[in-house]
């Protein structure tokens, strides 16, 4: 009979297993886990690199402190693929059908050695200063450890974090993951400075976290398991802050993830098994036609500036756009609210600013999109990414930029529906000097084959597509060929030809339309791919409050779903065409 090969994994089901294990056999666990990683990532999609590079850490962290009675937080928590083989949850990387049992992100719902639900960057060590803080008030006298990357560093609250932990007069060990990267390349003097220090073994003049008054360790290869296991065990149970920091490498153990670090921080499935593949033609894309209209300015010696917090990939921004716009492109790290800010002040100097985000880190910055931009009337134009109901992780849903861009005043917020729509805003916006502009990007390009002329500074102006009578149906930007579709079902089951409208504006509503609506309709329709508190729909709603009008506002409800299938949340919130139509029935 063949010889069944024992894992070291396999003996290991808690942290109290692993702290029986020796360093040999430690590193055999490194090299297994990393394995495992590779292989569901590759399967899955998910983060790849960050979760290879912090492989031994984890390891000497569990062997040295006591989870979950000393708390750890999960700076992103996008490197936590370790700790959960270690706090039993390895079926979830050893079975494949169990590959999607866990969530790519530290959640307490799954055990107790999660605290924290963690997916947007530069919170742990704020989130650890009040763990500790709450310890020392109840006399607690556990140990409290933040992990956070080079990256998160150029995060404001990581500062705000490090200046209030600095202080605490107590136990917090704040663990500094240095690879050199982000999820590009690491921006800023943040950046620099950590550069100095690993170029100097720790030792330099002008340490900044002992200037704010760290314990300072510095471990120049951050996977020599001997060497984090004795520094760890040196700082455990310390009675004031301390600050360690580890050199490690992004994607250890699979050769091209060390490489092309950027590519590999998140994958999608099977990514590993097309790597010799040749490059496919990219087809033209809302992305492809931003970088054309970006490069395009920027060649004609225009002072526009493409900018960004640390995630280009999200908008298409490779490395080579990069380089060809040269200064003209700005990544100001993970800190969406410095580029906000950044990006008014260019506006304000005359620069021509396109801002883009991705729509779940725009609540990152909200104040500064108040205050900074919307409040001085910064002419910048900032693009929405991925915005929509999907089946993301509760960290990175992208349903509340509606409600949250659009109820801030002086700001024009645009749903464009097709090509010829997107690129008539973007030139619009770019050249207007009397409002912040947003533009709520789709995911998929649809062309109307008609230039479009519309003069967006004759602002809240909607699009009467096709006139009709009864229904009227208002299809808000990627939700505008839903309408259409139930446009033509309700015309084939009821025999109603309804109105389709192309509303465009976000942040206002066309008072002229709307009331030469009510002559000849018994029925208002929203379509809208987000969250309908506070969002768009309700304007309309509240419009036809006073008149015999019935609204319905179909979009997603006020919720935190979590890795939910697309088909049961459009169940849910009744947004199949035939659940539209039958309650369309349902109140004519």
């Not at 298409?316 to 969406?336: P, T």
């Not at 579709?485 to 002229?512: H, M, Q, S, W, Y």
Request: charged fraction near 25%; proline fraction near 4%.
């Amino acid at each position: 009979m063949p010889e069944t090969t024992v894992r070291v994994l396999d003996k290991v089901n808690s942290p109290d297993d692993l702290k029986k294990l020796d360093i040999k056999e430690m590193y055999e666990l490194s090299n297994e886990m990393r394995e495992l990683i590779i292989k569901k990532v590759n399967t899955t999609g998910g983060h790849f690199g960050p979760n290879l590079g912090i492989v031994e850490t984890t390891i000497a962290l569990h062997y040295v402190f006591n989870s979950p009675v000393d708390k750890f937080v999960f700076d992103v928590s996008h490197q936590c693929y370790p700790h959960k083989m270690i706090t039993g949850r390895k079926e979830g990387f050893l079975n494949p059908e169990s590959y999607l049992k866990y969530t790519g992100y530290t959640a307490p719902e799954e055990t107790d050695h999660d605290l924290f639900k963690i997916g947007h960057t530069s919170t742990s060590i704020s989130l650890a200063t009040g763990l500790a803080k709450g310890r020392d008030l109840l006399g607690g006298r556990e140990n409290i450890i933040a992990l956070i990357g080079d990256g998160s560093l150029t995060g404001g609250e990581a500062l705000e974090g490090l200046n209030n932990a600095a202080v605490l007069g107590s136990n917090i060990i704040i663990i500094v993951n240095d690879n050199d990267m982000s999820i590009a390349e690491n921006q800023g003097g943040i950046c620099n400075m950590l550069t100095e220090l690993r170029e100097n073994n720790g030792e330099v003049e002008n340490n900044f976290f002992k200037s704010l008054g760290f314990e300072y360790h510095y471990i120049s290869d951050g996977h020599n398991l001997e060497k984090l296991i004795e520094t760890f065990s040196e700082v455990k149970d310390t009675d004031h802050p301390v600050l360690i920091h580890i050199h490690t490498i992004k994607g250890k153990g699979f050769e091209p993830a060390v490489v092309n670090k950027e590519s590999f921080h998140w994958i999608l499935p099977n990514t590993l098994d097309h790597l010799n593949d040749e490059p496919s033609e990219q087809g033209e894309s809302y992305e492809s036609l931003t970088k054309d209209y970006i490069l395009s300015k920027a060649n004609a010696g225009e002072p526009i500036v493409a900018m960004n917090a640390a995630t280009p990939g999200v908008f298409g921004w490779n490395k080579e756009f990069r380089n060809k716009l040269g200064s003209h492109y700005i990544d100001v790290g993970i800190a969406e609210q410095q580029a906000t800010g950044m990006a008014s002040g260019i506006a304000k100097r005359g620069g021509k600013p396109i801002l883009a985000f991705m729509s779940s880190f725009v609540q990152r910055t909200y104040d500064q999109l108040s205050q900074d931009m919307a409040l001085n009337n910064a002419p910048v134009t900032m693009l929405i990414f991925w915005g929509g109901i999907s089946n993301a992780d509760a960290t990175h849903l992208c349903t509340f930029d509606i409600p949250l861009i659009s109820n801030i005043p002086n700001i024009v917020y645009l749903a464009p529906t097709c090509k010829e729509e997107y690129l008539r805003m973007l030139d619009w916006s770019y050249n207007q000097n009397e409002h912040p502009v947003a533009i709520r990007v789709p995911f998929e390009l649809t062309t109307s084959g008609v230039e479009d002329k519309t003069d967006y500074s004759i602002l809240n102006k909607y699009q009467m597509v096709e006139k009709g009578e009864k229904v009227g149906i208002i299809a808000l930007g990627s939700f505008f060929r839903k309408g259409k579709e139930v446009k033509e079902l309700l015309k084939k089951e009821c025999g109603i030809n309804a109105t389709l409208i192309n509303p465009r504006f976000i942040t206002g509503i066309d008072k002229d339309m709307l009331e030469d609506l009510k002559s000849n309709h018994s029925v208002i329709v929203t379509l809208e791919d987000g969250e309908l508190d506070g969002g768009f729909g309700e304007k309309i709603t509240r419009f036809y409050g006073g008149s015999s009008i019935k609204v319905l506002n179909f979009g997603s409800h006020k919720e935190f779903t979590d890795r939910t299938p697309i088909e049961e949340l459009y169940q849910r919130y009744h947004l199949t065409n035939e659940l539209i139509v039958q309650d369309i029935k349902n109140v004519l």
